[in-house]
């Protein structure tokens, strides 16, 4: 587990293949710093959280699939070229982004610029700060021994 501001990318964690699950814990200000003023709200849920109806979400620099899910609702599948979830959020939600890397680019000139991940999550414009990240090892067996890991 590496808890960061922002999300980082697959190299950054050290991961250079595999799957690395981004998860985000929503609260009213959508984690702005200083700024406790929330967003346009909806309706209230029946435990009293805030809801914020319409939300787009943004995952910007998606490398190279990801797998947006919602307190283990799965929401959406997005690409390279596809960054756009829309869906009702309400605080105290989590947000998990399954990201998979599909291999690198061996030519070119973006062999130096094909980093795998995530760079940016924005839900209404609005940049989310304090992320989890979770190294998960597709090579090796689930260990038998309890370990801290997303709820999905």
Same mark, same amino acid.
């Given at each position: ?12 964690? =050290? ?18 710093? =200083? ?36 307190? =283990? ?34 030519? =070119? ?44």
């Amino acid at each position: 587990l590496v808890t960061t501001p922002l999300p980082l990318t697959m190299e950054e964690l =050290g991961v250079f293949e595999g799957v690395v699950a981004y998860q985000h814990e929503v609260d009213t200000t959508l984690g702005r710093e =200083g700024d406790t003023t929330p967003l346009k709200q909806g309706d209230t849920t029946p435990q009293g959280d805030t809801t914020f109806e319409g939300a787009v979400m943004r995952v910007k620099g998606v490398r190279d699939r990801a797998y947006v899910i919602v307190d =283990g609702v799965f929401e959406k599948v997005l690409r390279r070229d596809e960054d756009t979830v829309n869906f009702t959020i309400s605080a105290s939600k989590t947000i998990t982004i399954l990201v998979e890397n599909m291999g690198y680019i061996n030519f =070119g000139k973006e062999m130096k610029t094909d980093y795998k991940g995530i760079k940016r999550v924005t839900i209404n414009g609005i940049e989310l700060k304090h992320w989890s990240h979770y190294k998960i090892d597709v090579r090796k067996p689930p260990q038998t021994e309890k370990q801290a890991h997303p709820n999905f």
